[in-house]
Structure formats: structure tokens, C-alpha cells
């Protein structure tokens, strides 16, 4: 371009110079438009933190709360399987719901306050029984925050342009940073106070979920999500990649639901 000749910035994200012609095209909305940035990144880690802060405790933690209110080695692969077998109940019909009615952004913060509620009921809970009924009807909560936040965050990162990587990344940096430190606080509470560690992490989970920008409406019908869903239902690669990871995901089950109390029954 020759020099002097000016460069301007629509507010569709592309760059012309002063003759019209495009010197750039944008895959997204702008963030450089002259008109300041709605924070949807920085929203969206600090929820992604907030949620992997709570799975960093639970995933190792939860365990030795369930053997602090007396449940035995069984009673506690139960109570452990339980949230996987709600999985398969909650993720498709609420994602279905939430996709179809365009509210990823109002079914993550049900979700979250769900959960928060839920284990603040299970804190309460004693006996086999209680605890593995309220641990049914958390998980029912807690289940589709994942898929739900992964769905949000596509959506709304693509529509402004951003990258997924530097923003899920700071989901990792906090489980490791929850696992560490609850480690440290375990060592100085009584086990049965890990359920407050849980509902405390939940609580800024709900609190990050109300941050959440809203995301444009998703233009694709109901009937073509609903074709797409059925043409990779009949497709033997899904099946084949759903099976592989299927038995990844089992094959640490034992290790993440019992590794902790082995380690502490050896001390």
C-alpha cells in the first residue's frame, strides 16, 4: 500500500484503505473497532477456574469425606458411580434444552447455584442412603457444567475473534493450584470438613456463572442440529471414539476414587 494512504477499521472487523479495497477480512466481530471489549475472556476463566478449583478438591477429596462419614469401601464405589450413571441423564437433556432455546449463559448459572445448593444439602447428609441420595441429585447439577461451558465458550470466543486455548488453559492452572492447597488444608481440618471446602469452591463457581456474558443467538434451526445429531449417531467413528474414551475414563476409576485413601490408610 502505498505510504500516506489510510488505513480504516468497519465495524465488521475489516481493514480497507482510503480507495474501499479490503486490506484485511475478519472471521469474527472486532475487538479493535474503537469500541471497548465486553470482558467476555477474562469472564470466561475466571468461571473455568472457579469450576476446575471445585474438581481439583473433589476429585481426590471427596473420597476421604465419604470414608469420614463412615461409608465402606463399597458404599463408597457406589456413592463414586452414581454421578456417572446421572451423566448420562442430565448432560443430553439439559445441553438439548439449553441448545435449543439459545441459553447455554441461563443453564450454566442454574447449574452452578444448583450445585451449590445441592451439596450444601449434602453437607447435612449422614448415612449410606441420605448421602447417596444427595449425591444423585447434585450430580444431576453438577454434571452439565462441563459440556455446557465448553459449548458457551466456542460460541462466544468465536464470535469475538478469541482464541479457546489461552482462555481454558487458566481451568488447569487452578486445579492444580485447588489440589495443592487443599492438600495442605486437609492436613489441618478434620475430614469431615471437606464438604465445606466443596461448597465454598461451588459458591464462586455460582458467582463467576453470574458474570457470564450473554452470547449471540445461535442461528442454526432446531431441525438442522437435530439431523446433525442424528447423522453422527449413525456414524461408526463416533461410536468407535466414544467407546475408546469410554474406557479410558473407566480406566481410572479406581485410581481417582480410592488412590487417596489408600495413600492415607498407609500412613
Do not use: C
Amino acid at each position: 500500500m502505498p505510504s500516506g494512504m489510510r488505513r480504516e477499521v468497519g465495524d465488521d472487523g475489516r481493514v480497507t484503505d482510503s480507495a474501499g479495497t479490503i486490506v484485511r477480512a475478519s472471521v469474527g466481530p472486532s475487538l479493535t473497532s474503537g469500541k471497548r471489549s465486553d470482558g467476555f475472556s477474562w469472564r470466561l476463566a475466571a468461571f473455568y477456574a472457579a469450576f476446575f478449583a471445585f474438581s481439583g478438591i473433589a476429585m481426590p477429596f471427596f473420597p476421604a469425606w465419604l470414608q469420614a462419614k463412615e461409608l465402606d469401601a463399597r458404599a463408597t464405589g457406589i456413592v463414586l458411580a452414581v454421578p456417572m450413571f446421572m451423566r448420562l441423564i442430565s448432560v443430553p437433556s439439559v445441553a438439548r434444552l439449553a441448545d435449543r432455546r439459545s441459553a447455554l449463559r441461563a443453564a450454566l448459572v442454574l447449574s452452578a447455584f444448583g450445585s451449590a445448593a445441592a451439596y450444601l444439602i449434602l453437607s447435612q447428609m449422614s448415612g449410606f442412603v441420605p448421602i447417596l441420595v444427595a449425591v444423585s441429585v447434585a450430580s444431576l447439577a453438577t454434571a452439565p457444567a462441563m459440556p455446557l461451558t465448553d459449548a458457551y465458550a466456542l460460541k462466544g470466543l468465536t464470535q469475538r475473534g478469541r482464541a479457546y486455548g489461552p482462555v481454558r488453559v487458566w481451568g488447569s492452572v487452578a486445579f492444580v493450584v485447588a489440589n495443592f492447597g487443599a492438600g495442605f488444608l486437609i492436613d489441618r481440618i478434620a475430614p469431615v470438613g471437606i464438604i465445606w471446602l466443596l461448597f465454598g469452591s461451588l459458591v464462586l463457581v455460582a458467582a463467576a456463572a453470574l458474570m457470564l456474558r450473554p452470547i449471540a443467538q445461535d442461528r442454526v434451526s432446531a431441525e438442522k442440529a437435530d439431523a446433525t445429531a442424528g447423522k453422527l449417531l449413525l456414524s461408526p467413528g463416533f461410536w468407535m471414539v466414544t467407546g475408546g474414551a469410554s474406557l479410558i475414563q473407566a480406566s481410572h476409576a479406581v485410581y481417582y476414587g480410592f488412590s487417596v485413601l489408600e495413600y492415607g490408610n498407609r500412613l
